[in-house]
Nanobody, 131 residues
Framework: QVQLVESGGGSVQAGGSLRLSCATS????????MAWFRQAPGKEREGVAG????????TYADSVKGRFTISQDNAKNTLYLQLNSLKPEDTAMYYC????????????????????????WGQGTQVTVAS
């Protein structure tokens, strides 16, 4: 049973923008560490951005700082990722991940971008950036 549903991917030219969404149940959304990861063909899955749904700071991978923005809509139990100034190297399948957590754990673990920290994953949405 898929608990996280991503959408919003597509094909854009370099410099373009997309907004990804990750919808989930209230149960999964509340008090969770949620993050966006991406995986390009032949490469390992890497972390992009994350936050704690109960509030606090956001965390970004260095490769996307200043270009991507993570946000949330508590009324819709949805996580977003705004992708701006896209580059061909941003081409990947983008995944949403979640793990029930307390804030201190989430903020401590996010920068490690460890896929094993998350027990719930979506099926992904493809982002393709043409040069």
């Amino acid at each position: 049973q898929v608990q996280l549903v991503e959408s919003g991917g597509g094909s854009v030219q370099a410099g373009g923008s997309l907004r990804l969404s990750c919808a989930t149940s209230r149960y999964t959304y509340l008090n969770s560490c949620m993050a966006w990861f991406r995986q390009a063909p032949g490469k390992e899955r890497e972390g992009v951005a994350g936050l704690y749904t109960g509030g606090g700071t956001t965390t970004y991978a260095d490769s996307v700082k200043g270009r991507f923005t993570i946000s949330q809509d508590n009324a819709k139990n949805t996580l977003y990722l705004q992708l701006n100034s896209l580059k061909p190297e941003d081409t990947a399948m983008y995944y949403c991940a979640a793990q029930a957590a307390v804030p201190s754990w989430c903020h401590a673990r996010l920068p490690f971008w460890d896929i094993h920290d998350y027990n719930k994953w979506g099926q992904g949405t493809q982002v393709t950036v043409a040069s």
